[in-house]
């Protein structure tokens, strides 16, 4: 145990920063009054422009190391891409260009575009939130065997023969 000389309070070492210059090897301020003045320290910085403008410089320097170290994902692929197709669905159906219907299996009003093909942005199955996962879950499988997955309609048929039985 130890106690934090800031808001006093005995703690256990855990709570407690490493410090190898510290007589116990930990620093004297808990981890929580440590993040409350680096949060206060920081807010009082951004005050400051130039501070502010060679920090963002800073930080973007440094996802750039990350980035080329292999460390952090490119941003042009994966589900960060896919954020755009989704807004790409939300607008058209907003602006009436698509036309959101219901589940094609169970005909659930409380449906969601599925994209097969997301270079096809427009080009959505509307399903629910049940039928869509059992969607993913179907060609997870499929990805994991290396087998090619169904075709949507015909995954769509199957579907709906099993809710008639």
Same mark, same amino acid.
């Given at each position: 145990?130890?106690?934090?000389? &800031?808001?006093? %309070?005995?703690? *256990?070492?855990?709570?407690?920063?490493?410090?190898?210059?510290?007589?116990?090897?930990?620093?004297?301020?808990?981890?929580?009054?440590? &993040?409350?003045?680096?949060?206060?320290?920081?807010?009082?910085?951004?005050? /400051? *422009?130039?501070? #502010?403008?060679?920090? @963002?410089? !800073?930080? @973007?320097?440094?996802?750039?190391?990350?980035?080329?170290?292999?460390?952090?994902?490119?941003?042009?692929?994966? *589900?960060? @891409?896919?954020?755009?197709?989704?807004?790409?669905?939300?607008?058209?159906?907003?602006?009436?260009? =698509?036309? &959101?219907?219901?589940?094609?299996?169970?005909?659930? $009003? !409380?449906?969601?575009?599925?994209?097969?093909?997301?270079?096809?942005?427009? /080009?959505?199955?509307?399903?629910? %939130?049940?039928?869509? #996962?059992?969607?993913?879950?179907?060609? @997870?499988?499929?990805?994991?065997? $290396? $087998?090619?997955?169904? *075709?949507?309609?015909?995954?769509?048929?199957? =579907?709906? =023969? %099993?809710? =008639?039985?």
């Amino acid at each position: 145990m130890k106690t934090c000389f &800031k808001c006093r %309070t005995e703690k *256990p070492i855990c709570e407690f920063y490493p410090h190898k210059e510290m007589a116990d090897g930990h620093l004297n301020k808990c981890k929580d009054c440590t &993040k409350l003045d680096e949060k206060n320290r920081f807010i009082e910085k951004m005050k /400051d *422009p130039e501070w #502010a403008i060679k920090e @963002r410089k !800073r930080q @973007r320097e440094k996802e750039e190391k990350r980035r080329v170290l292999g460390l952090v994902k490119s941003f042009t692929r994966g *589900p960060i @891409r896919r954020y755009k197709e989704h807004g790409m669905v939300a607008n058209a159906v907003c602006s009436g260009k =698509l036309v &959101k219907l219901p589940c094609q299996v169970c005909g659930n $009003q !409380r449906a969601q575009g599925h994209h097969e093909d997301y270079s096809k942005p427009l /080009d959505v199955v509307w399903l629910c %939130t049940r039928h869509h #996962a059992d969607r993913h879950i179907h060609l @997870r499988d499929r990805k994991t065997l $290396q $087998q090619d997955p169904m *075709p949507i309609a015909d995954f769509i048929e199957v =579907l709906r =023969l %099993t809710i =008639l039985v």
